[in-house]
Each structure stands twice: as structure tokens, then as C-alpha cells.
């Protein structure tokens, strides 16, 4: 974790945007400071992606998308 001070902040913001994900800075100041952190990108692989698909559309009626595709012509 890289600890930088608020007039650092203010000078170059871009140390912020430049975090890396899973990286933290603290931002020091009298009250104690600021903890800023980026989320880590989860991976996901196609068969999660299914399983979740399906999830969300468990409810919907079935459609059938060519009759909808030449209704449009």
C-alpha cells in the first residue's frame, strides 16, 4: 500500500487513476485519512456466463427471434 498526502493528491491526481486492480493508497491527513482501492476483475468463463444467463432469463417466455427479424422487413 502507498501512502501519498492530500497536496500530493492535488498536484497529480493521476496516482489515483494509475492504480493497478487490487492495489490501495492512503491519502493522509489530520482526521485519519483516505483508504482508495480498485476492485480486482473477477474472471469469468463461458460456463459461468451461461449458468447466469440462464438464471436471468428463467422466467421469460421463449421467443422465436427469426419470426421477430422478418416481421421487421
Given at each position: 500500500?502507498?501512502?501519498?498526502?492530500?497536496?500530493?493528491?492535488?498536484r497529480?491526481?493521476?496516482?489515483?487513476?494509475?492504480?493497478?486492480?487490487?492495489?490501495?493508497?492512503h491519502?493522509?491527513?489530520?482526521?485519519g485519512?483516505?483508504?482508495?482501492?480498485?476492485?480486482?476483475?473477477?474472471?469469468?468463463?463461458?460456463r459461468?456466463?451461461?449458468?447466469?444467463?440462464?438464471?436471468v432469463?428463467?422466467?421469460?417466455?421463449?421467443?422465436?427471434?427469426q419470426a421477430?427479424?422478418?416481421?421487421?422487413?
Open positions: 500500500m502507498k501512502t501519498i498526502t492530500s497536496r500530493e493528491l492535488s497529480k491526481p493521476s496516482v489515483i487513476s494509475n492504480i493497478k486492480p487490487g492495489e490501495a493508497v491519502v493522509a491527513d489530520r482526521k485519512g483516505l483508504m482508495m482501492t480498485r476492485a480486482k476483475r473477477i474472471a469469468v468463463t463461458p459461468e456466463m451461461m449458468a447466469e444467463l440462464g438464471k432469463t428463467a422466467g421469460c417466455p421463449p421467443m422465436d427471434t421477430f427479424l422478418e416481421d421487421g422487413e
